[in-house]
């Protein structure tokens, strides 16, 4: 009997990565990015206003007034340059003119035709969000699980694609005579077949690929049959059959190399790990709370 951070690290020993894939952010969600993206270019790409109002030419205070020459809105930058005493309306995301220094706000200004004025009170702020605030081109994203927010940051990254490893496809296999599953009727000495629809959800919810398979019945020929409908699997997955009774069969197959068998840890004990015919496997109890836990 080993203890849990033991079994933790024979089993992570006996894993194998998959190999990689590129897929378009838009299939990546939930997928492990395999290596460092790279920005292809700064964002923002210029100074940028980060409120509704006015480019001013100058820093400006409560009474100052300037003369409106332009307009900058996103995706329509203001073409020159303002001098001190003069502005342009500006947008929120537009590119800040040569020889703005700040934004004021447009709830701080009082407009007459072409001129503003600044009102008592004005936010002092300068509301521009500098070239290169969010990241520059060169910035690495390190491998993570992909989420919404990483996505977001690649594609505005200009990156189209990420390469994620492949998603492990994980066989699941319930042993013993007395199952049956969901919708048949159980003898009085049957029971339900629960355990690989908790473990169908867990695999798929950590982003691998679940492989239902039949449910095999207590004999070395029934185990060995439904077994090698595993094939291609990258890791299989029992509940059952992994305990010390005569039916108890798992720890038995032919080809299993194993890596340990029970684990200080109630419940969860009779948990069994090794390699199947070269292919990582887990031998669960077949108790759901055991197998769960």
Not at 143 to 166: C, E, K, Y
Not at 275 to 285: A, E, S, Y
């Amino acid at each position: 009997m080993i203890s849990v951070e033991d079994a933790l690290a024979r089993c992570l020993a006996i894993a194998a990565l998959t190999d990689t894939e590129t897929l378009p952010l838009r299939r990546a969600n939930n997928r492990v990015m395999a290596t460092a993206a790279t920005a292809q270019l700064t964002q923002p790409p210029f100074d940028a206003s980060a409120m509704d109002g006015y480019a001013t030419g100058r820093p400006a205070t409560p009474g100052e007034s300037f003369t409106v020459i332009g307009e900058s809105g996103a995706g329509h930058a203001f073409q020159g340059a303002i001098a001190p005493h003069q502005a342009i309306r500006i947008f929120t995301g537009a590119p800040v003119p040569a020889g703005a220094t700040r934004v004021v706000i447009q709830e701080d200004v009082d407009r007459a035709g072409d001129m503003i004025t600044l009102q008592k009170g004005a936010d002092a702020g300068n509301h521009i969000r500098p070239q290169g605030q969010d990241f520059r081109a060169g910035d690495a994203l390190s491998p993570r699980r992909l989420g919404p927010h990483d996505l977001a940051l690649l594609a505005a990254m200009n990156i189209p694609t990420a390469t994620v490893t492949r998603r492990p496809v994980v066989a699941l296999i319930a042993t013993g005579d007395e199952l049956v599953m969901p919708g048949e009727d159980p003898r009085p000495d049957q029971i339900i077949a629960s355990n690989s629809f908790a473990l169908k959800a867990m695999v798929e919810g950590a982003g691998g690929v679940a492989r239902m398979l039949p449910i095999a019945r207590d004999t070395e020929a029934a185990l060995a049959a439904v077994l090698a409908l595993a094939e291609g699997a990258d890791l299989i997955v029992t509940s059952g059959g992994a305990s010390v009774g005569d039916h108890d069969l798992v720890g038995q197959i032919s080809g299993l190399a194993v890596s340990f068998w029970k684990i200080a840890m109630r419940p969860g004990k009779p948990l069994l790990a090794g390699r199947w015919n070269g292919v990582p496997m887990l031998g669960l109890p077949g108790n759901p709370v055991s197998a769960l836990v």
